[in-house]
């Protein structure tokens, strides 16, 4: 039988393993952390649960839902309830029809002129398309901030499919038709959200351990904290990997990590691409807190985080009986000073999420958790399409190598799509 290696257990890499073991294939996941998942892993302590921000599934397509609940047996269903802080008060996100009443006037005025003057135009970046679609004014009352703190770069630079997948994202729909604009302010102020999404009854990572769990029980093999440290190649074909010192002969390698990584392996020039790292704050809290959001986001520069997640609001059994999972979610680059250092918004993170209501009192404030994560986002900035063709141009001379996933593959995706990935990864070696 051909043997297999997938870099990687995240939902890409485990689908595609799964599905390759279960043919009959011999196949070793190599995965550098110490536990699979990926960016849908979860950290737990002392009975609290948190997750690497909001995460549940959602998907239309018969094959991904066919595969979840073939893993996946107690799962709950769950509403969304999404929030964004604006103008010192909380609104919902997507707004509903009371919250538009809470706008300033002056806003609402405003943004009524936008939509009569407006004339359509082909966005080409970031803020061309957020403006066309929701106007000047919301656009700079929260997408301009919110962008420049989240991506740290400027709109005008960021490529325009990073919002219209954040804004579709933001408004799932299955009667969604963004070209329009009527359909758009229906969305927006009018839809009632009645969409629900699957969860885990206890944190996300239950999913990837699930499939973990069924590969081994197929026969495959799971290395955590592991790396490949060198590839042999000939002809243009991996021919073996090397982990710890110890060559394999390999057939085909699934990479589902970074395209920094592997370019380093095959000595390839460095991808004039940069993903996004993230740092989560995880407060275990002692008491219930009275916020009504699993998730809301935050564009005022002075607040330290993007983006505070309830993950009680997930699920019960994701906190001990009266108390809060909350996390605090702060984006920066490698080089930013926060992730050398994360300890230094400690102080100000409390304060903030006191002086905003989140928490009633510090005291309750139980133990704090800090955890890193890299390459959480792949940053699109205008010119990424070009340079990610320029890096995959070089990956494609391997004819046994298939990049696959969200980091592999440079993609600013959800779960359901690393599904679909991984199965048809998986189905071409089939063949
Ligand atoms: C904050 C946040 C919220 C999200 N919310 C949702 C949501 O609500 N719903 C949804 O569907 N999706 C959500 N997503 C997206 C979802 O997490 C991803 O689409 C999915 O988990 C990607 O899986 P993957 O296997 O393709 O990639 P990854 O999860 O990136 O997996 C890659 C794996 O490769 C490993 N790896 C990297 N380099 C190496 C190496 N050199 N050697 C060995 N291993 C390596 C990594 O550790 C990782 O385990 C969210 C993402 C984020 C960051």
């Known amino acids: 039988m051909k043997k297999i290696v997938v870099v990687g257990a995240g939902i890409c890499g485990l689908t595609a393993a799964y599905k390759l073991t279960k043919a009959g294939y011999k196949v070793l ?5 110490g536990n699979s998942g990926g960016l849908a892993r979860s950290f737990r302590y002392n009975g609290y649960t948190f997750d690497i921000g909001p995460h549940r599934l959602y998907t239309k397509v018969p094959q991904v839902s066919n595969f979840i609940n073939d893993i996946l047996k107690e799962k709950i269903i769950i509403p969304r309830k999404s929030g964004i802080y604006l103008f010192s008060k909380y609104l919902d996100w997507p707004l509903s029809p009371s919250d538009i009443f809470r706008l300033p006037v002056n806003i609402l005025i405003k943004t009524c002129v936008d939509l009569i003057l407006q004339k359509k135009m082909e966005p080409n970046n970031f803020k061309e398309y957020v403006s066309n679609r929701y106007t000047k004014t919301l656009y700079k009352c929260f997408f301009e901030n919110y962008t420049l703190k989240f991506l740290k770069a400027d709109p005008k630079k960021v490529h325009k499919y990073w ?5 579709e994202r933001a408004a799932i729909d299955e009667k969604l038709n963004t070209n329009s604009l009527s359909e758009l302010i229906y969305t927006m102020f009018l839809r009632k959200n009645t969409i629900k999404f699957i969860y885990p009854i206890n944190g996300i990572d239950t999913f990837p351990n699930k499939i973990s769990a069924a590969i081994e029980e197929y026969g495959g093999k799971i290395l955590t904290n592991k790396e490949i440290d060198k590839i042999i190649c000939a002809d243009q074909k991996i021919e073996s990997i090397s982990i710890s010192g110890k060559e394999e002969k390999i057939d085909d390698i699934i990479w589902t990590g970074s395209i920094h990584a ?3 392996l095959l000595n390839l020039p460095k991808p004039r691409l940069d993903y996004l790292n993230t740092v989560l704050y995880n407060f275990e809290i ?8 699993q998730w809301c986001y935050f564009s005022d520069k002075d607040i330290p985080f993007v983006r505070i997640t309830n993950y009680s609001m997930f699920s019960k059994y994701n906190s001990p009986k009266g108390t809060t999972a909350l996390c605090a979610e702060v984006t920066c680059p490698e080089k930013d000073s926060v992730w050398n250092n994360p300890e230094q918004l400690v102080e100000k993170i409390k304060t903030e999420m006191l002086k905003l209501g989140i928490i009633n009192q510090i005291k309750h404030i139980k133990a704090l958790h800090i955890e890193k994560i890299n390459e959480a986002y792949p940053i699109l900035y205008l010119n990424y399409e070009t340079n990610l063709a320029e890096a995959n141009s070089r990956l494609k001379t391997y004819r046994n190598l ?9 993609w600013y995706n959800n779960m359901d799509h690393s ?4 199965l048809n990864v998986a189905e071409k070696i089939i063949g």
């Open 29 to 33: 996941v190599v995965e550098k952390e």
């Open 163 to 167: 919002a219209k997948i954040a804004l």
């Open 262 to 264: 592997i370019s380093k």
């Open 286 to 293: 002692d008491t219930e807190i009275e916020n009504k959001y």
């Open 402 to 410: 298939y990049m696959a996933g969200r980091t592999g593959l440079f």
């Open 419 to 422: 599904i679909i990935n991984g």
